[in-house]
């Protein structure tokens, strides 16, 4: 895969991983709860079978509109196989294993509560081969206003196995992945989302924002505020444009204290059209040292598409340098 789609992989990346958690949260939930409503059709479920393992109890209120609660204790295997089977007992959870490209799940402490105002959530811990989540709660309301917070989330490696997974599988060398805490809320067509203390391969940053809306058909605006950006030795950054090493070389050793770059903020305004072309203008990363600014351009001519990266950086001392990069995939 040439650069453009490695560009576009990784722009892409991180709103796949915080669909990941929305993920586990639309999948399982948290902690016995309690209600006063009359229970039409109350059944415990309990397997133990060699690949599969669940504990729970479906009780189902009223059908139309269809509400009832969903408890599982505790459940360990395909969580397709475990929403099918919640499906089949009370239609609570119809379709959503289809939707699920998690193979094997562990699953503790869950609570589902689906009542005429919306969807409740909750889980202790889900535990999937390639990470760990916990103490995630997400709230949906019928008009579609949605709020979600989780704890700790880590992933060593790529969590998707299937093959249409298999170039964003090959070109991810950013594991392992994490971060401390995450909250978000939004409505249909807006999101604003706040991760703390995130950890990459190479990177760290101890808070983002994220702001997401869809103002047209296709069209998503994006803005992105960072604090206490940590790179470590940027220059093994793969970088088929060469511009990182250009401007550590520009920067000069002062910038880079024990072959660590640290940027006090970072902040990006983009635009991406119909997911295939995209306009970021500007990015800024700020520090002491150092100062970047410039444009990133991905056009999508007709296919197969350019790219064109104007960035200005300026240290003390030094007159500002342009670095610009082109490609054009043939």
Known sequence: MDFLNKIRTRAVLFPILLL????FAASAQAEEATTNQPVLLSRHISLDLPDLKINGIVNVFTLNPLTGQLIITFAD???????????ESSGLLHGLSAKLPIQ????????????????????KSADIPAGHIEDVEATISLNKIWKVKSGKFSLQT????????QELRQHMD???????SFKANGEQKVGNFEISNIYSKQVQTEKLNIWLEQPKFRQFDLSINGEKI?????????????????IMAYAG?????????????????????????????????????????GTIDGKSLPKPGALDINLTAKRPGREEENFYWHSQRK
């Open 230 to 246: 940590k790179i470590e030795d940027p220059t093994k950054i793969p970088d088929d444009t060469k511009l990182i090493r250009q």
């Open 77 to 87: 295997g395909d969580p397709r196989r475990i929403f099918d089977l919640m499906s």
């Open 174 to 180: 950013i594991f392992p992945l994490g971060y401390s």
């Open 253 to 293: 050793k002062a910038a880079q204290v024990g072959g660590i770059l640290n940027f006090d903020k970072i902040m990006v305004r983009g635009v991406v059209y119909n997911q295939e072309s995209f306009k970021i203008n500007p990015v800024r990363l700020s520090a002491k040292e150092l100062q970047i600014w």
């Open 104 to 123: 094997h799940m562990v699953l503790k402490d869950c609570v589902i509560d689906l009542s005429r105002k919306g969807l409740d959530l909750k889980f």
């Open 158 to 165: 790529f969590p998707f196995s299937g093959p249409q997974w």
């Open 20 to 23: 990941c958690v929305v993920v």
